[in-house]
């Protein structure tokens, strides 16, 4: 079974400051990993993902982050924070289901301030 | 291209009445998933439909269920509302064998159950 966890439930950096938000998966099969965004009072948002192929993956609004099999880990990084950075990530893994079903698994989310 | 859209965006519901959340596919899209995410937590899936049919479901009872529609757009259920019904329900469409794997999320109904 797949799972996701996400160190840190809050975290919170200056404006302009480098941005670690981490997690680590659990997965039987090679993983398929997302990174999502929500701001307040909307939906998700897909900053980048991996599936196969290159390790480092790069996203939207200057995010990215990198696949480590080795650790287990996808941790996403930017390398300076922007006020409209503050926001929830949720990490996530795709597992799937019944031979098709593409569900994804979600951790509990890291909520990022980021400080003028 | 049209996103994934939902409907209504809050309610309030009395413990044991029903609910009716509807969500609109992403152009093109084919599946659509519903998860309930309550507040901080991460999303729960809760469901999925491909052709029409139910093609996997998380840890849910029953009184969840689903429809999906010709036009690929598609209904959320709940019966008996209870207490802890109380989320933020998300719909996302996607395309079933897309080697992408993506998931298109709407932005999700407000539902508040007393």
């Known amino acids: 079974a797949q799972s996701v966890t996400q160190l840190g439930s809050h975290v919170s950096v200056s404006e302009g400051a480098l941005v670690l938000l981490r997690c680590n998966y659990s997965?039987?099969?090679?993983?398929?990993l997302f990174w999502y965004v929500q701001y307040p009072n909307q939906g998700l948002q897909l900053l980048l993902k991996?599936?196969?192929?290159?390790?480092l993956v790069k996203g939207i609004n200057g995010f990215e982050a990198e696949f480590k099999k080795s650790e287990t880990s996808f941790h996403l990084t930017k390398p300076s924070a922007h006020m409209s950075d503050a926001a929830e990530y949720f990490c996530?893994?795709?597992?799937?289901?019944?031979?098709?079903?593409?569900?994804?698994?979600f951790g509990t989310g890291t909520l990022l301030a980021v400080q003028p | 291209e049209t996103g994934v859209t939902q409907s209504p965006t809050h309610l309030i519901k009395t413990r044991g009445q029903q609910v009716t959340l509807r969500c609109s596919s992403q152009?093109?899209?084919?599946?659509v998933s519903w998860y309930q995410q309550a507040l901080g937590q991460g999303p729960q899936f809760i469901f999925q439909y491909y052709r029409e049919e139910e093609n996997g479901r998380g840890n849910f009872p029953p009184r969840f269920s689903g429809l999906q529609f010709p036009n690929y757009s598609s209904e959320l259920n709940v019966n008996a509302l209870e207490l802890d019904d109380s989320a933020l329900y998300l719909c996302?469409?996607?395309?079933?064998?897309?080697?992408?794997?993506?998931?298109?999320f709407g932005p999700g109904t407000r539902l508040t159950v007393t």
């Open positions: 996302a469409s996607s395309l079933r064998g897309s080697v992408s794997y993506e998931q298109y």
């Open positions: 152009s093109g899209h084919n599946t």
């Open positions: 991996y599936t196969t192929g290159a390790t």
């Open positions: 997965s039987s099969v090679p993983p398929y």
């Open positions: 996530a893994v795709s597992a799937t289901y019944g031979g098709a079903t593409n569900k994804l698994i």
